[in-house]
């Protein structure tokens, strides 16, 4: 039995082609089904997410399986087999193995660290236990890749630093007033990354929160939607001295804010800090602003800034990551190279008890007149005997052992112990 | 015996310094919990220390200027500890611990032979006097290490620096507070020692001031600090001003400390 993995991802294969070879809703079930009856693969569970499509398979032959698991695709999914074959990438016994910790650790993904991915793989295999597509070996396998993911995610800094716009905001706020809470936001405008972070800030819960709008219902709604009160335009700067954080990101095609005003509301805020996100484009706010004291402004490209920094910082962390995915591949080995011995160690103790069987029995038949008591004593030793002949064997069996094969081949001819191959 | 435990405590405080360095450019969570054992057990060595020799002399061991560094290193730690405790800052370390070590490798490199105190000092307003000006010092000496952190951290927002060590140090926000918590504490205890001290000078001397240099940069240090206060709550210099303002404080605390006596200005404080 060996472990194979084929797939594509978002590094082989464009947009185009990993949608044709998605399997979305009903399909997914359908495709489990269809895969689980190629007569080589044992076990199987399928992932289908819009970064890659992989499926994991536990097969008799790898390169019978391989070509048949292709040939599947290639027909479930209509298409001619060269047309993708050039994206797909297939893994077998410890590279297969390797592979799916390093995707459950979200070491192979887009943004490395980001989450989500192990509750994807959760889900396949939740589904695929559901419906009895898996047993023993993939079971183990996805266990040990959601064990190494959580102690790749605690072990290192993969998952700590902000890769997106929202989250790098609300990382540079807490560098500035630590705690939150009790602070007050203004957002200046709308916009889809002003709102997410403003939906960050909120969660990280900002006391107050103050919406301008140039249409002041537009201001209303969204102040509903964010639990704030809604502020008309020409009144922002009067509210701004008792702002802590402020997103602006409003469509004017100059300054809304220059530097002479924010020296005033720095007096008239005693010089408590602020800080102040600019996400506009062109800039809505005076860069100039960021050299007066005790002001922090930061615009979309610093942002960006931050978060290239960030990647950077996980992609070291990466690093370490794979140590753990070592260590664990290498574990996950041993165990199933000791899963190898198990046939035989159940054959053999088998055979030793049917020799002890028949022998009694033989016993029985000479010696008819034997009371019970002495009857007992004589299986006793019997049994006695037959454990202690058959523990030297069985003990090396279990032993992690370079030449484990051998011996197994050695241990059947030896005890004349025929089949014994693992079968589920 | 004091001895040896004193240089134990300077070797530990040697170590954390290294590491608190090391810490600066490569931090983790095991390092700063390494530095708090290493410091802990250079206190508890430290203390004992102190506590041997308050036995030999018979009075706390502040009348030399290698006692009082120790002590002055003393005070400080045990500031250190408060604050970890409270903020669990592990990076503080970095900045606080080198001044404690230098400090201490100061005291370690002054005669340390126990003089007879005259009799006219011995007082209990021995005690008293020289706790209250030390634990005030230290709390300033504090706010030195984490003005030092505030102008980092405010250069690295400001600069758009966020990587590194802008992950590692707290927020500007609790730099300042804690700052400013410091003064607050230093300073009214440094109150206190000028005002025992003036007591103790007229029950020993028969007058309450006498412009003795020590007295006179006392008397400078308290108006700096008076100034940080005043103007932090006046004009609202807080954050950067003040974290300037509280490491200029220091060195002048560090003057009156240790210059006054270096510049063998006559005076009553010095210890020979």
Same mark, same amino acid.
């Given at each position: 039995?060996?472990?194979?993995?084929?797939?594509?991802?978002?590094?082989?294969?464009?947009?185009?082609?990993?949608?044709?070879?998605?399997?979305?809703?009903?399909?997914?079930?359908?495709?489990?089904?269809?895969?689980?009856?190629?007569?080589?693969?044992?076990?199987?569970?399928?992932?289908?997410?819009?970064?890659?499509?992989?499926?994991?398979?536990?097969?008799?032959?790898?390169?019978?399986?391989?070509?048949?698991?292709?040939?599947?695709?290639?027909?479930?999914?209509?298409?001619?087999?060269?047309?993708?074959?050039?994206?797909?990438?297939?893994?077998?016994?410890?590279?297969?193995?390797?592979?799916?910790?390093?995707?459950?650790?979200?070491?192979?993904?887009?943004?490395?660290?980001?989450?989500?991915?192990?509750?994807?793989?959760?889900?396949?295999?939740?589904?695929?236990?559901?419906?009895?597509?898996?047993?023993?070996?993939?079971?183990?396998?996805?266990?040990?890749?959601?064990?190494?993911?959580?102690?790749?995610?605690?072990?290192?800094?993969?998952?700590?630093?902000?890769?997106?716009?929202?989250?790098?905001?609300?990382?540079?706020?807490?560098?500035?007033?630590?705690?939150?809470?009790?602070?007050?936001?203004?957002?200046?405008?709308?916009?889809?990354?002003?709102?997410?972070?403003?939906?960050?800030?909120?969660?990280?819960?900002?006391?107050?929160?103050?919406?301008?709008?140039?249409?002041?219902?537009?201001?209303?709604?969204?102040?509903?939607?964010?639990?704030?009160?809604?502020?008309?335009?020409?009144?922002?700067?009067?509210?701004?001295?008792?702002?802590?954080?402020?997103?602006?990101?409003?469509?004017?095609?100059?300054?809304?804010?220059?530097?002479?005003?924010?020296?005033?509301?720095?007096?008239?805020?005693?010089?408590?800090?602020?800080?102040?996100?600019?996400?506009?484009?062109?800039?809505?706010?005076?860069?100039?602003?960021?050299?007066?004291?005790?002001?922090?402004?930061?615009?979309?490209?610093?942002?960006?800034?931050?978060?290239?920094?960030?990647?950077?910082?996980?992609?070291? =962390?990466? &690093? /370490?990551?794979?140590?753990?995915?070592? +260590?664990?591949? #290498?574990?996950? $080995? *041993?165990?199933?190279?000791? %899963?190898?011995?198990?046939?035989?160690?159940?054959?053999?103790?088998?055979?030793?008890?049917?020799?002890?069987?028949? =022998?009694? &029995? /033989?016993?029985?038949?000479?010696?008819? +007149?034997?009371? #019970?008591?002495? $009857? *007992?004593?004589?299986?006793? %030793?019997?049994?006695?005997?037959?454990?202690?002949?058959?523990?030297?064997?069985?003990?090396?069996?279990?032993?992690?052992?370079?030449?484990?094969?051998?011996?197994?081949?050695?241990?059947?001819?030896?005890?004349?112990?025929?089949?014994?191959?693992?079968?589920? | 015996?004091?001895?040896?435990?004193?240089?134990?405590?300077?070797?530990?405080?040697?170590?954390?310094?290294?590491?608190?360095?090391?810490?600066?450019?490569?931090?983790?969570?095991?390092?700063?919990?390494?530095?708090?054992?290493?410091?802990?057990?250079?206190?508890?060595?430290?203390?004992?220390?102190?506590?041997?020799?308050?036995?030999?002399?018979?009075?706390?061991p502040v009348t030399s200027m290698h006692e009082a560094a120790s002590f002055f290193v003393?005070c400080i730690?045990?500031?250190?500890?408060?604050?970890?405790?409270?903020?669990?800052?592990?990076?503080?370390?970095?900045?606080?611990?080198p001044i404690v070590f230098i400090l201490m490798l100061s005291s370690s490199v002054l005669p340390r032979e126990?003089r007879?105190l005259s009799?006219v000092l011995?007082?209990?307003?021995l005690?008293?006097h020289t706790?209250l000006a030390f634990?005030g010092n230290a709390?300033f000496a504090?706010a030195f290490?984490?003005?030092?952190?505030?102008?980092?951290?405010?250069?690295?927002?400001?600069?758009?620096?966020?990587?590194?060590?802008?992950?590692?140090?707290?927020?500007?926000?609790?730099?300042?507070?804690?700052?400013?918590?410091?003064?607050?504490?230093g300073?009214?205890?440094l109150?206190?020692a000028i005002?025992?001290g003036a007591?103790w000078a007229?029950?020993a001397w028969?007058s309450y001031w006498r412009w003795d240099p020590k007295e006179v940069w006392s008397l400078i240090t308290w108006f700096i600090y008076a100034l940080?206060?005043?103007?932090?709550?006046?004009?609202?210099?807080?954050?950067?001003?003040?974290?300037?303002l509280s490491i200029i404080g220091f060195l002048i605390v560090l003057f009156t400390f240790f210059g006054v006596n270096l510049l063998s200005m006559k005076s009553l404080h010095s210890f020979s």
């Amino acid at each position: 039995m060996k472990v194979l993995v084929i797939g594509l991802n978002h590094k082989t294969a464009d947009v185009e082609t990993r949608e044709k070879i998605a399997f979305t809703g009903a399909k997914l079930e359908e495709g489990v089904f269809g895969l689980r009856k190629i007569p080589e693969v044992k076990e199987v569970a399928l992932l289908s997410t819009c970064n890659r499509v992989e499926i994991y398979a536990c097969v008799s032959d790898t390169a019978a399986a391989a070509e048949n698991i292709k040939n599947f695709l290639a027909s479930f999914h209509n298409l001619i087999r060269k047309d993708f074959e050039g994206s797909l990438y297939s893994h077998t016994e410890s590279d297969a193995v390797r592979h799916v910790l390093r995707v459950a650790s979200s070491l192979d993904s887009m943004v490395v660290g980001e989450p989500q991915i192990l509750g994807q793989l959760k889900d396949v295999f939740d589904f695929a236990l559901s419906k009895k597509t898996t047993g023993i070996l993939l079971n183990k396998l996805f266990k040990k890749a959601i064990s190494t993911a959580k102690r790749v995610r605690t072990e290192t800094k993969i998952a700590e630093n902000a890769v997106s716009i929202s989250f790098a905001a609300v990382e540079l706020a807490k560098k500035i007033f630590t705690d939150l809470s009790g602070k007050s936001f203004m957002l200046l405008g709308a916009g889809e990354m002003a709102e997410l972070a403003a939906r960050h800030l909120v969660n990280n819960g900002v006391k107050e929160v103050a919406v301008v709008n140039r249409t002041y219902e537009r201001g209303c709604e969204m102040a509903g939607e964010f639990k704030g009160r809604a502020v008309r335009f020409e009144d922002f700067l009067h509210e701004l001295a008792l702002m802590d954080i402020i997103i602006c990101s409003t469509g004017a095609p100059s300054y809304i804010l220059v530097r002479e005003q924010m020296n005033k509301v720095m007096k008239e805020r005693k010089h408590r800090p602020v800080f102040i996100i600019d996400i506009s484009v062109p800039r809505n706010i005076d860069p100039e602003i960021n050299k007066i004291e005790n002001v922090y402004l930061y615009d979309v490209d610093d942002l960006q800034e931050v978060i290239d920094s960030n990647i950077l910082e996980r992609q070291k =962390e990466a &690093e /370490k990551g794979e140590q753990i995915i070592n +260590d664990e591949v #290498e574990n996950f $080995l *041993k165990w199933m190279s000791s %899963l190898d011995s198990v046939p035989t160690i159940v054959a053999l103790r088998q055979k030793a008890e049917a020799i002890k069987n028949e =022998e009694l &029995e /033989k016993f029985k038949v000479k010696c008819p +007149d034997m009371s #019970e008591d002495r $009857l *007992k004593a004589v299986e006793y %030793l019997a049994t006695a005997i037959v454990n202690k002949l058959i523990h030297p064997p069985t003990s090396a069996l279990k032993e992690d052992a370079e030449d484990r094969d051998e011996l197994i081949a050695m241990i059947k001819k030896l005890y004349g112990i025929n089949g014994g191959n693992v079968e589920e | 015996m004091g001895t040896a435990l004193f240089e134990l405590a300077l070797t530990c405080y040697f170590a954390v310094t290294i590491i608190g360095i090391i810490g600066l450019f490569k931090g983790s969570k095991e390092s700063s919990q390494l530095m708090l054992i290493v410091t802990g057990a250079g206190f508890l060595m430290h203390s004992a220390s102190i506590v041997y020799r308050y036995v030999a002399a018979g009075h706390l061991p502040v009348t030399s200027m290698h006692e009082a560094a120790s002590f002055f290193v003393w005070c400080i730690v045990l500031i250190f500890f408060f604050l970890e405790y409270r903020y669990k800052i592990g990076i503080m370390g970095s900045f606080i611990l080198p001044i404690v070590f230098i400090l201490m490798l100061s005291s370690s490199v002054l005669p340390r032979e126990i003089r007879p105190l005259s009799p006219v000092l011995q007082s209990y307003w021995l005690g008293i006097h020289t706790f209250l000006a030390f634990l005030g010092n230290a709390a300033f000496a504090v706010a030195f290490g984490i003005g030092i952190m505030y102008l980092l951290q405010e250069h690295y927002l400001k600069s758009k620096h966020t990587h590194g060590l802008f992950k590692r140090l707290p927020s500007i926000q609790v730099l300042d507070e804690i700052n400013y918590k410091m003064i607050t504490l230093g300073f009214p205890l440094l109150t206190l020692a000028i005002i025992s001290g003036a007591l103790w000078a007229e029950s020993a001397w028969g007058s309450y001031w006498r412009w003795d240099p020590k007295e006179v940069w006392s008397l400078i240090t308290w108006f700096i600090y008076a100034l940080i206060l005043h103007i932090r709550l006046t004009a609202g210099w807080r954050g950067k001003r003040a974290a300037i303002l509280s490491i200029i404080g220091f060195l002048i605390v560090l003057f009156t400390f240790f210059g006054v006596n270096l510049l063998s200005m006559k005076s009553l404080h010095s210890f020979s």
